[in-house]
Structure formats: structure tokens, C-alpha cells
């Protein structure tokens, strides 16, 4: 006999139940960008002439508007899925206060 | 990226400001923190597209607003990276669960199932069977292995979720498998999610051995066509798969700007091993497993160019291809014949096996450095590393634009499947890329 379209089934729930992430807070931030060094760091989405050359145009208006800020511009090695610890490190080594690090699409 | 972000900041304690698409920063802020990253990054938007715009646009999306905080973008970056943290970019340790995916769904009406399944963008919105107790636990009799064994933990893009057995039955019930199937489902189910990424990938799922007799699959006449009921659902059992259990999601999860319709099926395909010329091995056999294992390989890749017509005298089938192969991004290569191509390249040409065959494609298709580097994928991938003077990119980065190189100079990287019902001496050259082969008869 054909089942009603009214009857109620019961059926299996496709979807898996997904695991959230640990928490982890952000580090302090600075009073003020005066002074500092920024790093910009590439991480080569999308060739070496994308963030490279948008990080060139954030150091011009740094050296128009804040003179006191030091930028270095830096790819990281390997493409945008690898890790980079050694450039990581040299951000650090090399007197970084902070970063900007992109440009991801 | 924001990985490398968190690096920063967790490691290294320099407060760190993530760039990215708008897209890409809902994302960020979303999804990648709750289930992947866990810290708060503070992102700027960059309007897109960025690559292989001039420094004068650059210019004006420095100058401009950042569309994700509204603010003047060096305004916002500036914020981001001096403004003190709130409570929540302060909290430390493991949030409250997640609320758990109940095994059964409420009970309700036919109609009211499948339109809730389209709604959660749980179909590839063709008809769906819905998966009842009874129809998966007919699904289930198709393996050995218990419901709740996990297969595979997909972390990407995000939640560490279980794809159990079950799962992947209820995945097949929903494409209209028969419990037959259920090993080359669960082989295949170790390797989903499909290709994600904004350039709009596809997979190919390529099945080897005796399993493709056992369950019916056609590696004949029409192979890949939508003529078999195996190869069809197999296929599409993947992508139902990566976006219930994976739960990628358009838009959430997956930002692929064209899409690709290769992935209802996945290219899905049996070898025609009965056809191989003598000395061809299967690809599985070429990878490494014996002739009788039967072996599920998938890989990704984006596009297919047909010979479209048969082949001619005067133009051998090997050097059409390698014309046709100068139009792919040099990544990876597989080739697939029909066995009238197999055998006029062995007869005629030489070929004594597919090895011969990939080293000839190696040493023979050249493009221009131009060319080669103006692919995106490419540039992105390997430019950084012609910059720190690896080769063979170096030398080619270097390279005057219209100088010959060789982008397919890794013979491992070409691959050849023989396929077909010996019609027409047709072929694809396609730019997929296989990865490592399971063997099916694990899951059985």
C-alpha cells in the first residue's frame, strides 16, 4: 500500500558535529604606532606583484603621514600554504613591533 | 593565513593585523576562528582583485575604506593594531561545546525532509533518496566495518568532524547507491572533502582492479558519460559527502568564484585495463599495487581539452597532445585515451609503456616563460621561490618572456589512463593531479 505523503519517517542526519577551536587572546597591543617597526609580510597569494606592491603603497603613506614609522617589507619563503618560521623569527630578531601580514582572496 | 598570524602574535607576541578579500575576512572571523584558528585576528579588508592591477590601484585601496570596519584603511590598520583588546580578544581556553548533530533528524513528512535537506545545502540539488533507518542499514550490509568506525576526520576547513561509516552510508543512500558500492564509497570517503579553493577545482576519482567488474562500473563505451549507474553515483556520493559531513558550504566554506559542474560527478572513472596495450601497466599497478587489489586514486585538477576528432597520419596523437598540454598550468598532467590511442601510440609510435609516454610529454612540451609565469596558480605557488633562487623556477623567472621552457619536467606528474570503448581514437589531456591510491579492498 503507498505511504501517505501526510505519514510522518524519520530519517538519519546527514551532517557531523564539528569540534570548536581552543581560545587563544590576542597579544597586547601598543599604545601607539610612533616610533615602531612594522613589518609587512607577504605571503605571495596571488604572485609576487599583489600584496608586495600594496604594502609599498601602506609605506608610502607611512612616510607621508607617519614619518616615525619604520616599514620593512618582506615575502615570506614558500607559498601562502606553507610555514615560514625563519621569517617569523626575523620579524622578531629584526626589532618588530608589529605586522601586517596578507594579503589572502 | 591566519595561521601565520596566530604564530606571530601567540609565539612571538607582535600584534598583527590579517589582510585578505572581504570574503575571505567574513570568513576569518567566522567559521576559521570558531572551528580552526581560535584567535580573534583583527583583519583589514583589501578590496579585490589585487593581482595584475597597477600600483595606481593599490594606491586608491590604501587611500580608500576598508570595507569590513568602514573606516579609512590605514585608519584601520592602525586601530587594529593599537586600540587595547576587549574581553573576548582576552579569553583564554576551550569555549562551550558545540551543539552536537543529533543521529536522527525530527520526524516529518516526505516533502518537509527533502525540502529541509536543500535547505541546509545538503544535496547537490539534484533528487535526493532519503536516508531512512531501514535504507541505511541496507547501505550498511555493503561493508564489514562498523557504523560508528570513523573513515576519515576532516580539519579542513574546520570542526575535526567524524565522516563514520554511517555517515558515509546515509551519504550513499542519499545518492541512490546500492550496498555494492559501499567499499568504493568508503575508500572514496577517506579523501573527501573536494577541492576548495576560489580557482574553481574539480576532482577525479579513478577506480582500478577487479572491483570495477564486481559492481558493475563501465570502462567502455561511453565511460564518461552519465550512462552507468555506478559511475555516476560513486561520484556524486563525494560531493554530497564534503558538503554534509564536510560541510562546505558556498559562500561559508567554499569561495570558488566559477564553480566547476565537474563536480557532480567528479570525474569519476574506470580504467579499461582489458584494453591496455601489451606492456601498459594499470595505474594502479603503476603505483605500486598488484594487478589484483582493486584501488580507488583521487586527485584534483581544473579542466579538460578534448582531440575532439580522430587522430590524423600526418600529426602523431603524442604531438597533438603536447600542443594541447602547452594550454595547462604545468602542475600535473593526466591523459585519457581511449585504447585505439593506447595502441596506435605503442604500434606506430613506440610507446612500449605509459612511462615512456610521460617522459616524452616531459621533454617535449614547451611553453613560453611568459606564458607559464602568467598563470596565476603558478605565480602563486613557485614565484617565491624562483625569487629566492631555487630552480628550475630561478632561471625562468629570469628568462627573456617569449624563451621555450619545459613545464611539465617531472615525468611522475603526467599520468595515463586508458578509457573508453575503442570507437574513436579520441583523448583528453586534462590538468588533474592524482594523489595516493586506497585500496578498496580494506573497506570491504
Known sequence: MAKSKAELITVLNPAATGKYAERVPLSPRLDTLEGKTLYMLDINWGGPEAAYSVFEQMQNWFAANMPSVKTVIKRKRGSYMVPDEATWKEVKDGGGDAAIVGISG | ?444
Open chain 2, 1 to 444: 593565513m591566519s595561521r601565520f598570524a596566530k604564530i606571530l602574535e601567540q609565539q612571538y607576541g607582535i600584534p598583527t593585523v590579517g589582510a585578505a578579500a572581504e570574503t575571505m575576512v567574513k570568513y576569518g572571523t567566522g567559521y576559521d576562528f570558531l572551528y580552526t584558528n581560535g584567535m580573534p585576528i583583527r583583519y583589514v579588508a583589501i578590496p579585490f582583485p589585487v593581482a595584475g592591477q597597477p600600483a595606481s590601484v593599490h594606491k586608491r585601496y590604501v587611500e580608500g575604506i576598508d570595507p569590513h570596519s568602514g573606516k579609512p584603511m590605514m585608519t584601520a590598520i592602525i586601530d587594529a593594531l593599537t586600540k587595547p583588546l576587549t574581553e573576548q580578544e582576552k579569553f583564554a581556553g576551550m569555549p562551550p561545546e558545540a551543539m552536537p548533530e543529533p543521529r536522527l533528524l525530527k520526524p516529518d513528512t516526505e516533502e518537509n525532509l527533502h525540502h529541509l535537506f536543500k535547505d541546509k545545502d545538503w544535496t547537490d540539488y539534484n533528487p535526493i533518496v532519503l536516508p531512512t533507518e531501514e535504507r541505511v542499514a541496507a547501505m550498511l550490509k555493503g561493508t564489514s566495518h562498523k557504523p560508528d568506525e570513523v573513515v576519515n576526520t576532516i580539519s579542513w576547513p574546520g570542526g575535526a568532524r567524524d565522516l563514520t561509516v554511517e555517515k558515509a552510508a546515509v551519504a550513499a543512500v542519499m545518492a541512490g547507491a546500492k550496498p555494492e558500492y559501499m567499499p568504493v564509497i568508503l575508500a572514496v570517503a577517506t579523501q573527501v572533502p573536494f577541492g576548495n579553493s576560489t580557482s574553481s577545482m574539480a576532482n577525479m576519482i579513478v577506480v582500478n582492479g577487479p572491483i570495477v567488474k564486481e559492481i558493475g562500473m563501465n570502462p567502455g563505451t561511453n565511460a564518461m558519460g552519465p550512462h552507468n549507474d555506478a559511475n555516476a553515483v560513486i561520484g556524486r556520493v563525494f560531493t554530497i559527502l564534503s558538503k554534509t559531513v564536510g560541510n562546505l558550504h558556498s559562500g561559508k566554506t567554499t569561495f570558488s568564484t566559477l564553480g566547476s559542474n565537474l563536480q557532480y560527478n567528479n570525474v569519476t572513472i574506470a580504467e579499461n585495463e582489458d584494453l591496455l596495450p601489451e606492456g601498459w601497466q594499470p595505474f594502479h599497478v603503476q603505483m605500486g599495487f598488484k594487478p589484483g587489489d582493486s584501488v580507488v586514486t583521487v586527485g584534483t585538477g581544473w579542466t579538460y581539452i578534448s582531440s575532439v576528432g580522430e587522430v590524423q597520419k600526418a600529426y602523431p596523437p603524442q604531438k597533438l597532445m603536447r600542443d594541447y598540454m602547452r594550454s595547462l598550468t604545468g602542475l600535473g598532467a593526466t591523459i585519457v585515451m581511449d585504447p585505439t590511442v593506447a595502441a596506435l601510440l605503442k604500434d606506430t609510435q613506440g610507446f612500449n609503456s605509459k612511462q615512456d609516454l610521460s617522459k616524452w610529454f616531459s621533454e617535449n612540451v614547451e611553453t613560453t616563460a611568459e606564458s607559464y609565469w602568467g598563470n596565476g596558480v603558478v605565480s602563486t605557488m613557485f614565484a617565491s621561490l624562483a625569487l629566492q633562487g631555487l630552480e628550475p623556477y630561478a632561471t625562468s623567472y629570469k628568462a627573456p618572456p617569449d624563451t621555450l621552457i619545459k613545464p611539465f619536467n617531472n615525468p611522475r606528474a603526467i599520468q595515463v589512463l586508458v578509457v573508453g570503448g575503442a570507437i574513436q581514437t579520441t583523448w583528453f589531456v586534462t590538468d588533474f593531479r592524482l594523489g595516493r591510491g586506497v585500496l578498496v579492498d580494506d573497506w570491504k
